[in-house]
T-cell receptor, first 113, second 114 residues
C-alpha cells in the first residue's frame, strides 16, 4: 500500500517581506532556547539563542521572542531574502541535570522572488 | 570556527551488516552527540558523550551503540543494520563549560539500509 510521510509545516513569503516562524515548547524547566537553520545537504547551523531570563533578543536581521507564560518561541526574519530559504528548527535545553537538547519538528521557509 | 566532520556523506548497507559512522571535531569539545533526522520528526537524540570513554543513552538508543576512545572522535555503531535505520545521521559537539551554548553540527551521513 501507499505510505504517507510526515510533512513539515511550511511558510511561504515574498522576498523583502518579514517572516515569523513559531514554535511551542513543552517543558517549563527548559532554560535555554536556540534557533537553527538547515539548508539542503547541510547540518543545522546556529542562528540565534535566548536564555529563559530574557524575552527578546536581536541579531542581524533576526529576532527571537520568548513567551514563557504560554511556552512559545518565535523567530522573526526581517527583509527575507532567497538565501533564507531553509528548514528552521527551534531547540530547548532542559534544566534537568543532563545535557539534552530537544528539537522541534522544523518549519520549511520558502522565499518567493 | 568549529569543524565537525562526518566521514561519509552517503552510505548504502545491507540488512544485518555492522555499520560504523565516524565523527571528528577539531575544537577540543568535551560533549559529543549523535542524532538521527527523519522527515517531520525533527532531530532525535540517539546517544551522547560527556567526555572520553563516557556515554549516555538518548531518547532512541535501541539498535545502536557508541564509542569514544579519543576526545575528538565519536563513533556510532549499528550492530546489525535494519531497514528502519535508514535515515540521516547528524553528529554534533559542544564545550562543557558553556552548557547553555549551541551545538555545532556536521553535514550528516545519509544511510540507506536495503
Amino acid at each position: 500500500g501507499e505510505s504517507v510521510g510526515l510533512h513539515l509545516p511550511t511558510l511561504s513569503v515574498q522576498e523583502g517581506d518579514n517572516s515569523i516562524i513559531n514554535c511551542a515548547y513543552s517543558n517549563s524547566a527548559s532554560d535555554y532556547f536556540i534557533w537553527y537553520k538547515q539548508e539542503s545537504g547541510k547540518g543545522p547551523q546556529f542562528i540565534i539563542d535566548i536564555r529563559s531570563n530574557m524575552d527578546k533578543r536581536q541579531g542581524q536581521r533576526v529576532t527571537v521572542l520568548l513567551n514563557k507564560t504560554v511556552k512559545h518561541l518565535s523567530l522573526q526574519i526581517a527583509a527575507t531574502q532567497p538565501g533564507d530559504s531553509a528548514v528552521y528548527f527551534c531547540a530547548e535545553n532542559r534544566n534537568t541535570g543532563g545535557f539534552k537538547t530537544i528539537f522541534g519538528a522544523g518549519t520549511r521557509l520558502f522565499v518567493k522572488a | 570556527d568549529v569543524k565537525v566532520t562526518q566521514s561519509s556523506r552517503y552510505l548504502v548497507k545491507r540488512t544485518g551488516e555492522k555499520v560504523f559512522l565516524e565523527c571528528v571535531q577539531d575544537m577540543d569539545h568535551e560533549n559529543m552527540f549523535w542524532y538521527r533526522q527523519d522527515p517531520g520528526l525533527g532531530l532525535r537524540l540517539i546517544y551522547f558523550s560527556y567526555d572520553v570513554k563516557m556515554k549516555e543513552k538518548g531518547d532512541i538508543p535501541e539498535g545502536y551503540s557508541v564509542s569514544r576512545e579519543k576526545k575528538e572522535r565519536f563513533s556510532l555503531i549499528l550492530e546489525s543494520a535494519s531497514t528502519n535505520q535508514t535515515s540521516m545521521y547528524l553528529c554534533a559537539s559542544r564545550k562543557t563549560e558553556t552548557y547553555n551554548s549551541p551545538l555545532h553540527f556536521g553535514n550528516g551521513t545519509r544511510l540507506t539500509v536495503t
